[in-house]
């Protein structure tokens, strides 16, 4: 049975309602049993728990926290029991996204009463889709009236909806759907997303790689919509002529554990099978590395920008460059790159700077 738990999140007015009804459509004819963990903040809002009737903000959030935990563990144990081998649990909104509505000291709190991390927290979800507010690029289509529970104007929408990103940067599937040309194509570009990560109709990875100069650190961690992680990254002697790693990705000591096997179709597109890890599961798999490569440990800068999704990382063994990567829907997706990053060159179709090719021992 595969259990895929995603999120779909965004700013006030982004549309959620109705990607959540295509998402039902689409996916439920490509054999999947749908399964929706519905909005907590509504829910609470309409039956009077809010921030402004709760003794505080804090204690609200505790409220919705909870419960979003509750009803995402309800979800998981039903799906457990159902035949289907193919289950997509979507989540209107998830817990991480409520960083956006506190303050850090609240959230810390949030987390010691959870008991929980950040990473965890944030990580736990298999893949991330934001859905940009109505209120950025397409204002005429932004309404409180199709909600009760909003009251945020366009200002407050726009602020929140940033929030939001920012909350959810560092996640490692994680993808901002812009405001289109109209709604329907704003719907075709989630629903292609999605399709892309759950491997409909194949596991593709379609990637672009460039050699930049060593990045401006003051500068990343100035920004709101850049989030390091630690990456200890190992792999496995090699089989069939496909390249297997496994992957430890996290900080402050709150870890999650991948196993990855990648299939080379062209320079940009790979076949791609990621599988999430147990510890033991991952420390079992590092009796199998691969002799001939060394551990590559790094640092990974995720950067939301211009509604793409960067992933810069930074060696311990270089200070003069670094690799800038990006995921794309399409393979001629443009790609806008900040101009505080200075690009070096395009190295996609170089495989000496391959993570394979840096971990070669000399």
Request: aromatic letters at 10%; a negative charge.
């Amino acid at each position: 049975m595969a259990i895929t738990k995603i999120v779909i999140t965004g700013g006030p007015g982004a549309g959620k309602t109705g990607a959540l009804g295509r998402i039902k459509e689409v996916f439920s004819d490509l054999g999947y049993t749908v399964l929706f963990v519905p909005e907590v903040a509504t829910s609470l809002i309409n039956g009077g728990v809010a921030p402004w009737t709760c003794g505080s903000n804090l204690e609200y959030q505790k409220c919705h926290v909870a419960t979003q935990a509750f009803r995402e563990q309800i979800f998981e144990q039903a799906a457990r029991t159902m035949p289907n081998d193919n289950i997509l649990i979507v989540c209107d909104r998830g817990n991480m996204g409520n960083k956006a509505y506190m303050t850090e000291e609240e959230f810390q709190g949030i987390l010691r009463d959870l008991g929980t991390t950040e990473v965890a927290l944030r990580d736990g979800y298999d893949a991330v889709f934001h859905l940009v507010t109505a209120a950025k690029g397409a204002e005429k289509f932004y309404t409180l009236e199709n909600n009760q529970a909003r009251i945020e104007t366009v200002e407050q929408a726009i602020e929140l909806d940033d929030k939001d990103i920012a909350a959810w940067t560092g996640h490692p599937h994680f993808r901002v759907i812009g405001s289109e040309d109209s709604f329907e194509k704003k719907l075709d570009h989630l629903i292609a997303e999605i399709k892309r990560f759950l491997g409909e109709p194949e596991p593709l990875e379609i990637e672009r790689k460039f050699l930049i100069e060593y990045p401006d650190l003051e500068w990343l961690e100035s920004l709101p919509n850049a989030h390091s992680v630690e990456i200890s990254q190992t792999y496995l002697r090699p089989l069939n002529g496909e390249r297997i790693r496994i992957r430890r990705r996290g900080e402050a000591g709150g870890y999650i554990y991948y196993k990855t096997t990648k299939r080379s179709i062209t320079n940009m597109e790979r076949i791609e099978v990621e599988q999430r890890l147990k510890k033991e599961e991952y420390e079992e798999l590092l009796k199998y590395a691969d002799p001939d490569r060394r551990t590559i440990e790094k640092t990974r800068w995720c950067l939301t920008w211009d509604e793409q999704y960067f992933e810069i990382d930074v060696f311990p063994f270089w200070n003069d460059k670094a690799l800038l990567e990006i995921e794309l829907c399409n393979t001629d997706d443009e790609v806008r790159i900040p101009p505080q990053l200075k690009v070096i060159r395009e190295v996609t179709d170089e495989p000496e700077y391959r993570n394979s090719s840096i971990a070669m021992r000399t």
